[in-house]
């Protein structure tokens, strides 16, 4: 398993942006497969957006709920998993979670299901609020 440290969640009034980011132990990211979920305040973990690579190329997914907002990717040397979040809303408030999976995962249907990624980081709490 890789340890997975997740930063970047802060306060944030709606309609504002944040950056998260999530880092191996400061190696590079070798997984085929990583993910942001979330946890809002009572509500059971939930996919947000995933990224598979290929030989060649890399796929992103998103969950409807984000799609136009949140943008899932890497730095070119694949050290650090990142999460943009513009247009934030309250909604949006939630525990983040980076995961990692050990053999690559593709199609919505599978990158979104909690039990395709062996490593989880602790979280980074996000807050959006007036």
């Known amino acids: 398993q890789v340890q997975l440290v997740e930063s970047g969640g802060e306060l944030v009034h709606p309609g504002g942006s944040l950056r998260l980011s999530c880092t191996a132990s400061?190696?590079?990211?070798?997984?085929?497969?990583m993910a942001w979920f979330r946890q809002p305040p009572g509500k059971e973990r939930e996919f947000v957006a995933a990224?598979?690579?290929?030989?060649?190329?890399?796929?992103?997914y998103s969950a409807d709920s984000v799609k136009g907002r949140f943008t899932i990717s890497t730095d070119n040397a694949k050290t650090t998993l990142y999460l943009q979040m513009n247009n934030l809303k309250p909604e949006d408030t939630a525990d983040y979670y980076c995961?990692?999976?050990?053999?690559?995962?593709?199609?919505?249907?599978?990158?979104?299901?909690?039990?395709?990624?062996?490593?989880w980081g602790q979280g980074t709490q996000a807050t959006v609020s007036s």
């Open positions: 995961a990692a999976a050990t053999k690559p995962v593709f199609g919505l249907e599978y990158v979104s299901s909690r039990n395709k990624y062996e490593s």
């Open positions: 400061g190696r590079t990211l070798s997984s085929p497969t």
């Open positions: 990224i598979s690579w290929s030989y060649r190329s890399a796929t992103t």
